[in-house]
């Protein structure tokens, strides 16, 4: 007898190894005559059995996410007014001061508010290192650094990683204060500088700053500042974070 090589060969009728191991579920749709050879039935019975063991011996490629940080933009902000402008006329030519919201004050709308979204802000929580404090840039000069320093929170949520912070009339003097009164005019530009200096450091969580509208009526201000944490509310949810 000569043994000669085949030149060419057609594809087996029946799943290869490879196949099954790509396509197990085809182990289901066994041929009926198939099922009456007892040798078949083992070697696809071990085959199912090896498919199985042979995938979970190459390990899952490991994905680690990177910690996910937003800070939302300023809400329902109105430009400072010139001073004057601020204190509206009363009896007599006198102007009345305006009426600046109390840390306490803000705190209440903001808890009340945000409650109804399901957030559930805790005082003093959490403390944010190292946030930069910018002056505005202008056409004049660049931004410049008034402040390094870190910002414990007013209000975070520890489930949901929310955190908040309220600048006040304290706030802004203070700041002013710390940094020798240069270039922080009003808590507008405080917030503005805030919020970028906690983009900049990339805190894991969600985040937001709050402001004083600096308006002499206290109701209009609390008004004003329910509806910063109602737009806030909208954003968190196109954002998927509630």
């Known amino acids: 007898m000569e043994l000669k090589p085949i030149k060419q060969y057609t594809d087996p009728a029946f799943p290869t190894r490879t196949v099954l191991d790509a396509q197990p579920e085809l182990l289901r749709l066994v041929p009926r005559r198939w099922r009456e050879s007892a040798v078949v039935l083992g070697a696809l019975s071990m085959v199912c059995a090896l498919a199985p063991a042979a995938r979970a011996v190459v390990p899952a490629a490991e994905t680690k996410e990177k910690p996910v940080s937003r800070v939302a933009p300023l809400f329902q902000y109105v430009e400072p ?3 004057e402008s601020n204190f509206p006329p009363v009896a007599g030519g006198i102007r009345a001061p305006a009426r600046f919201l109390t840390e306490d004050e803000a705190r209440a709308v903001i808890i009340e508010e945000a409650k109804k979204a399901g957030i559930t802000f805790t ?16 056409k004049k000069e660049p931004a410049k650094l008034v402040l390094k320093t870190d910002i414990a929170l007013d209000g975070t949520d520890e489930k949901l990683r929310i955190g908040y912070e309220f600048v006040s009339q304290a706030d802004w003097t203070g700041i002013g204060k710390q940094a020798k009164n240069y270039a922080i005019s009003d808590n507008i530009s405080t917030a503005k500088s805030l919020r ?3 983009e900049a450091v990339k805190p894991e969580g969600t985040y937001v ?5 600096d308006i002499y009526s206290l109701e209009t201000a609390k008004t004003e500042l329910r509806k910063q944490v109602q737009d806030f509310v909208k954003w968190l949810k196109a954002q998927g974070v509630i």
């Open 209 to 213: 700053v709050f402001h004083d509208p």
């Open 81 to 83: 007014a010139p001073v």
């Open 196 to 198: 970028s200096g906690l």
């Open 123 to 138: 005082a003093d929580k959490q403390t944010v290192k190292d946030v930069s404090l910018m002056t505005a840039a202008t």
